[in-house]
């Protein structure tokens, strides 16, 4: 008989292990069931601001493989069924089928843990209004486009993270009066607060309405019902339609119920394998807890680029092979309109919070030669540990061509290159593309004279 693997979520990180096990082992080998609680498999939660703005014109775009196509290749995807229970003793999940109510035992002799982030939902007044809305599946996206489809012309994101900001400029897109409230003085607190103020200046350059150092105390609707604005510490600001940006924290419920080791982050503790502190038990994606290469502290980074690579370790170690994660260094990258934002490895605070002495530069520059058309501004800064010159981080944001820049640092702070080595390393010049000194270059640069007390 067929051993069984068994796999809760249906998105990057469960998938990405069902297909390479696939790839690996047979039907007769090994049986792979998934279980869903929504409609869709392994669909891209990153492009739902895309989806939202219209720049992705159908939802389906955004699924890189249906149920069916899993179950084509052997893979038994069941959507619409939830996941209440971990019995580890009895090996077997209880699985409840959402449309019917219906509950049944489901055994298996491997489990994958793929149950992703919980957005975060303040349980403030009204928060469960009609037109307050999440924006995590596909659903909620669809709902958010019904909303400005059926007439909203003023929207409010609370919360300037990644997903705030690109929902600001999905509004933005969609011709919707935008404003976006934010707790903290700059948007992006995964950035040093100086290039904060650049994202904030480039979200006003785009006519979005700022409220910086602003809480939400609740959301308020007209005597039909209907949602009409979202009252603030700084006063009530108008809305038809409201989207909750303020970040994911680890799905860890299930994992935490059944027993298992979770950590200081709230994800699920596992080994450099995927495996978890049960035997035979794998978990992979936005519920889990991961190493920081840099910092050496554990950290929660919910990313699809984390998640594909850490279901595919489980894919290939639950058959019999050996692969392990090795950790990140926090490389995002995001785009408001025509400004780009990335980001590596640690900030100035976060280099501090995990014992480095630090020094920084930053420099602005041009993503073309500064004679060829179309060159536009870019400003990089790096952090740099205080006597060894090494790489700890780095911060770009500019116009078209800048953000990916920011790769070029990543894979720099990944192998531990210090600030100097960076400078001299021999990259790609044209004036099309850069100046014959590339900003990254510069900085780089500058931070190792700064790091080792000089100049630069």
């Known amino acids: 008989m067929a051993e069984r693997l068994a796999i809760i979520g249906g998105d990057a990180g469960g998938m990405s292990a069902a297909a390479t096990a696939r790839r690996r082992v047979g039907p007769d080998d090994l049986d792979i069931v998934a279980f869903e609680r929504g409609s869709y498999t392994s669909y891209a939660a990153c492009g739902l601001p895309y989806f939202v703005a219209g720049v992705v014109p159908e939802a389906d775009r955004l699924v ?73 599946t596909i659903t909620d996206a669809i709902a958010v486009r019904d909303r400005i489809d059926g007439g909203a012309n003023r929207a409010v994101v609370v919360g300037g993270g990644y997903i705030g900001l690109e929902m600001a400029e999905a509004m933005v897109l969609r011709g919707l009066k935008v404003s976006l409230v934010e707790m903290a003085e700059q948007p992006m607190s995964t950035l040093d607060p100086d290039v904060g103020a650049l994202v904030a200046d480039a979200l006003r350059g785009i006519g979005v309405d700022l409220h910086l150092g602003t809480s939400v105390e609740g959301f308020e609707t007209d005597a039909s019902g209907h949602l009409s604005a979202v009252a603030t510490t700084a006063g009530d600001v108008p809305a038809d339609v409201v989207v909750l940006g303020l970040g994911v924290r680890p799905n860890s419920a299930l994992a935490a119920q059944a027993g298992l080791a979770i950590g200081v982050t709230g994800g699920i503790v596992t080994s450099r394998t995927m495996s978890t502190s049960a035997e035979g038990v794998w978990a992979a994606g936005d519920c ?29 170690n639950a058959t019999g092979g050996y692969l392990t994660f090795p950790g990140v260094i926090g490389t ?34 041009s993503t073309r030669a500064h004679y060829y ?28 061509g800048a953000a990916k820049r920011i790769d070029v640092m990543a894979a720099a702070i990944w192998n531990e290159m210090t600030a100097e080595e960076l400078s001299q390393l021999d990259l ?29």
């Open 288 to 316: 889990v807890e991961t190493y920081h290469r840099v910092s050496r502290c554990p950290v929660s980074v919910a990313l699809g680029t984390h998640a594909n690579k850490q279901g595919r370790v489980v894919g290939v």
């Open 332 to 365: 995002a990258i995001t785009k408001v309109c025509e400004y780009e934002v990335g980001r590596t490895g640690l900030t100035e605070r976060e280099a501090a919070s995990a014992g480095f002495s630090s020094a920084a530069a930053t420099v602005e520059g």
């Open 428 to 456: 790609g010049y044209a004036p099309p593309f850069s100046p014959v000194w590339d900003p990254v270059l510069i900085a780089a640069r500058r931070a190792a004279g700064a790091s080792a007390g000089s100049a630069g």
């Open 373 to 400: 058309p179309d060159a536009a501004p870019i400003t990089v800064k790096v952090v740099a540990e205080r006597g060894t010159g090494r790489l700890l981080g780095a911060q770009i944001v500019g116009r078209e």
């Open 64 to 136: 890189a493989r249906s149920p069916e196509k899993f179950r084509a290749q052997g893979i038994d995807a069941r959507t619409g069924h939830e996941v209440v229970a971990i019995d580890l003793d009895r090996r077997a999940l209880r699985v409840r089928v959402i449309d019917s109510g219906d509950e049944t035992w489901e055994p298996f002799d491997q489990l994958l843990v793929a149950t992703g982030a919980t957005p975060v939902r303040p349980p403030l007044p009204g928060v469960d209004a009609d037109g307050v809305h999440g924006i995590q």
